[in-house]
Every structure is written in C-alpha cells, then in structure tokens.
C-alpha cells in the first residue's frame, strides 16, 4: 500500500527565503506525482504535475523535481512572499487514472 | 479557465440523516473521484467513477455512500444515514482523457450534529 510522507510538518520563514519541501513515498512504482496548495479551510489548488518519466517541473518560482527509483520529490520555492503562506501537499497516482495517495502536507508560513 | 464547482459549500445536518452532496466537473472531463479530508488529516480517497459506474472505491466508502451522475453534467456523493465521524471536507475532482492532472473543487463541508 502506497504510503506519502512529507517534512517538515511545518516550516515558518522570513520573506524573500528560497525554500524546500520534502515528500517520499513508499512504492516507487508511480505514474505521477502532484504537488497541491491549499489554503485554510479552501480546496486544492494543482500547482505542479511530474510524470514518472519527468525529472523536473518548473511553474514561476516553484520547482518540483521527482527521484523515482529513491522515492522522493522536493518543492523548491523561490524568494518566497507571504502570499505563499499555505500548506503543501504531495500526491502520488500509481496508475493512469487511479486515486491520488496524499501526504499529510507541509504548512508553510512566511512572515513579512 | 474551466473549474470544478462544488454545492453547498456548507451543509449542517443532525445524525442519521441523509445528504447529497454537488458536484459539477470540468465539462469535458470524463474520470470523477470523491475525497474528504477529516479536520487536521489526510485527504482520503473515497470512491472514483467513469462511464457511468464506480471503477475504484476505498474501505471508507460502505453501504452508506452512493454516487450518481444522474445527468450529463452534474455528479453527486449521498450519504444515506450520517454519523458524527462523516463530518469532513469532500472534495470533488476530475480528470480528462488523455491528461491525467486531477483538478479539485472548492469543497463542501460537511458538519454532523
């Protein structure tokens, strides 16, 4: 069964900080890999989508890569903003069109 | 830019009622799944739904659940008989043919009395 891990639980960091999230997941046998926003109490905002044969995903400041064999995939966020406050999910689908497997996610503060 | 919508976004209902709960995908979506997200929790999986029948459902998703896309554009989650523990978020997504980044809706939640 697909387990998703992510760390840190939380993370508080002063603007303009560049910043990683950590996921791993237990069965490296993916099809893709989801990164999500959310924010309190909102629903789940897609912010970047790896596909099992993609290293890397780049959208503005966000930049996801993916380490199949390893199990792993971080979130790197750019010159970060408090508008980036949220928490961060991961998600992985094992095949084509599958359930997504979450991560309990990483919440995210950053203070002006 | 095409969204998922989900109705209400709020529903209180007391125990042992029954709910249904909205959802109208991305329109020319075509693979339909039910997550929530119990308060401080994982999203879980809950049920997921193509050419009119469920295709994957999860332990969570027992007697008491149903879904339905009872027309071309809407799909609905029911909960027949509500316990205490079903208070949560659901959340609605779909996926297209071909492209398989699930998109979510806004979520309804959900509060048992």
């Known amino acids: 069964k697909q387990e998703v891990t992510q760390i840190p639980a939380a993370l508080s960091v002063p603007e303009g900080e560049n910043l990683v999230l950590n996921c791993s997941f237990t069965d490296s046998a993916i099809y893709n890999l989801q990164w999500f926003r959310q924010d309190p109490g909102k629903g789940l905002t897609s912010l970047l989508l790896?596909?099992?044969?993609?290293r890397e995903q780049t959208s503005g400041r966000l930049n996801a890569s993916l380490d199949k064999s390893s199990g792993r995939s971080t979130l790197y966020i750019a010159a970060s903003q408090p508008g980036d406050s949220a928490t961060y999910l991961c998600a992985v689908r094992n095949s084509g069109y599958s359930t997504l497997t979450f991560g309990k996610g990483t919440m995210l503060l950053v203070s002006p | 830019e095409p969204e998922v919508t989900q109705t209400p976004s709020h529903q209180v209902t007391q125990m042992g009622q029954e709910v249904i709960l909205r959802c109208v995908p991305i329109s020319n979506h075509l693979y339909f799944y039910w997550y929530r997200q119990i308060l401080g929790q994982k999203v879980e999986f809950l049920v997921s739904f193509y050419n009119n029948e469920i295709s994957e459902k999860s332990e969570i998703f027992d007697d008491q659940f149903s879904v339905e896309r009872p027309d071309g554009s809407n799909f609905t989650l029911k909960i027949r008989s509500t316990k205490l523990e079903d208070s949560a978020m659901y959340f609605c997504?779909?996926?297209?043919?071909?492209?398989?980044?699930?998109?979510f809706g806004p979520g309804t939640r959900l509060t048992v009395l």
């Open positions: 790896i596909q099992s044969s993609q």
């Open positions: 997504a779909s996926v297209s043919r071909g492209y398989n980044e699930q998109f």
